[in-house]
C-alpha cells in the first residue's frame, strides 16, 4: 500500500544552525505534500505545503522542496530556533484526492539554544 | 483563520460508558473532515472520512459501531466512541478540509480520551 518515510527520527540542532527533514513517499500520483509541526499535547499545525506543479516553496526561514521523479521531499529550517523544538511530520495526499493523506512517522527536532 | 476547535480536549469516562468528541470548523466552511487516533510518540492514524450529509468512511480495521461518526453541518462533525474501554484511551485529532481549492487540511487541537 502507500507508505511515506520519513528521516530522521530524531534531530538535535544547535540555535542558528540549518535542519533538515526527508520524506519519501510511493504513490505516483500524490500530488499534495504538506508539513505539520506538532507541539506536545497540541494537534498538528501545518506550517507549510506544496503541490506537485511546483519544485520548492519558501515562507520566511521555512522552505520545502519536492523532486517528483525520485519521489522525494524535504524540509528546510533556518536559522532554528528554540521555539521551533517540536515534532514535525510530513504528509502525501493519497493518489490525487488531496483529502486522505498519509503520514510519515515524524521526527522530533530539539533547538538547544 | 482556518482555526479548528475540539470539545472536550480532555475527557475521563468509566469503562462501558459513551464519549462524544466535537470537531468545529470556526471560520470556514468545511465538506470534509477526517478523524484519526494518536498514540504517545507515535504518527496519526486516520480512523475516518467524514462528508456532510453522507456516511463515514472508515479505515480498514476501525469498528463502525463503535466509532460512530457524524457529520450534520458543513461547519461540524462528531466523534462517539461507544461503550469504551481503556484500550479506546488515545488522542483523538479532527482535521478540516477547506471546501473550495486549492484543498488544505486544518487540525483540532486534539482530545485526550482516558478510559478508567
Known amino acids: 500500500g502507500e507508505n511515506v518515510e520519513q528521516h530522521p527520527s530524531t534531530l538535535s540542532v544547535q540555535e542558528g544552525d540549518s535542519a533538515v527533514i526527508k520524506c519519501t513517499y510511493s504513490?505516483?500520483?500524490?500530488?499534495?505534500f504538506p508539513w505539520y509541526k506538532q507541539e506536545l499535547g497540541k494537534g498538528p499545525q501545518l506550517i507549510i505545503d506544496?503541490?506537485?506543479?511546483?519544485g520548492e516553496k519558501k515562507d520566511q526561514r521555512i522552505a520545502v522542496t519536492l523532486n517528483k521523479t525520485a519521489k522525494h521531499f524535504s524540509l528546510h529550517i533556518t536559522e532554528t530556533q528554540p521555539e521551533d523544538s517540536a515534532v514535525y511530520f510530513c504528509?502525501?495526499?493519497?493518489?490525487?484526492?488531496?483529502?486522505?493523506?498519509?503520514f510519515g512517522k515524524g521526527t522530533k527536532l530539539s533547538v538547544k539554544p | 483563520g482556518a482555526v479548528v476547535s475540539q470539545h472536550p480536549s480532555r475527557v475521563i469516562c468509566k469503562s462501558g460508558t459513551s464519549v462524544k468528541i466535537e470537531c468545529r470548523s470556526l471560520?470556514?466552511?468545511?465538506?470534509?473532515m477526517f478523524w484519526y487516533r494518536q498514540f504517545p510518540k507515535q504518527s496519526l492514524m486516520l480512523m475516518a472520512t467524514?462528508?456532510?450529509?453522507?456516511?463515514?468512511?472508515?479505515e480498514q480495521g476501525v469498528e463502525k459501531d463503535k466509532f460512530l461518526i457524524n457529520h450534520a453541518s458543513l461547519t461540524l462533525s462528531t466523534l462517539t466512541v461507544t461503550s469504551a474501554h481503556p484500550e479506546d484511551s488515545s488522542f483523538y485529532i479532527c482535521?478540516?478540509?477547506?471546501?473550495?481549492?486549492?484543498?488544505?487540511?486544518?487540525f483540532g487541537p486534539g482530545t485526550r480520551l482516558t478510559v478508567t
Open positions: 506544496i503541490r506537485s506543479n511546483v
Open positions: 467524514s462528508n456532510e450529509g453522507s456516511k463515514a468512511t472508515y
Open positions: 504528509a502525501a495526499s493519497k493518489g490525487g484526492s488531496q483529502g486522505n493523506l498519509i
Open positions: 504513490d505516483s500520483a500524490s500530488n499534495y
Open positions: 482535521s478540516a478540509m477547506t471546501s473550495g481549492g486549492p484543498y488544505e487540511q486544518y
Open positions: 471560520d470556514f466552511q468545511a465538506t470534509t
